[in-house]
């Protein structure tokens, strides 16, 4: 995962780094400090050109960082990942959408997906295989 390019063709660019127009600085700023001192499993600081290294330090920032508490959401003040990062915290779904953008403001392409297709009945092993 380390060695994975960061280049994108121009189809994930165009959608997966777009951010809300009203996206507060402070979500890019906090996302950067994750980096400030954030040093790989080596021990060596972090390279801006390692994405995996760059995405696992910003993950472990919002985990740390924030608590699971009701969000005070008012539409009047922007948007909810900005809102989340100036109270503190949200609730668990707010989590992953704070990451998410937090990566696009890096220049890290990134989607959000829930749910998958429930895939094939393997009868020898009683599960189901997705793909």
Do not use: C, W
């Not at 060695?3 to 979500?27: A, D, G, M, R, W």
């Not at 948007?79 to 403001?105: I, K, Y």
């Not at 220049?107 to 189901?128: E, H, M, S």
């Amino acid at each position: 995962m380390r060695e994975v390019p960061n280049e994108y063709p121009k189809s994930i660019t165009k959608y997966y780094l777009q951010l809300p127009p009203n996206l507060s600085p402070s979500v890019r700023d906090t996302a950067v400090s994750f980096l400030g001192n954030a040093r790989d499993s080596q021990g060596n600081p972090v390279n801006f050109d390692n994405i995996y290294d760059v995405v696992v330090q910003v993950a472990q920032g919002v985990k740390g960082s924030y608590g699971v508490k009701s969000l005070n959401f008012d539409p009047a003040k922007g948007d909810l990942v900005s809102q989340f990062v100036e109270q503190g915290g949200g609730e668990e779904s707010h989590f992953v959408s704070t990451l998410a953008v937090m990566l696009r403001s890096l220049g890290i392409p990134t989607r959000y997906v829930v749910g998958f297709a429930p895939g094939k009945f393997n009868p020898f092993t009683g599960l189901y295989e997705v793909q």
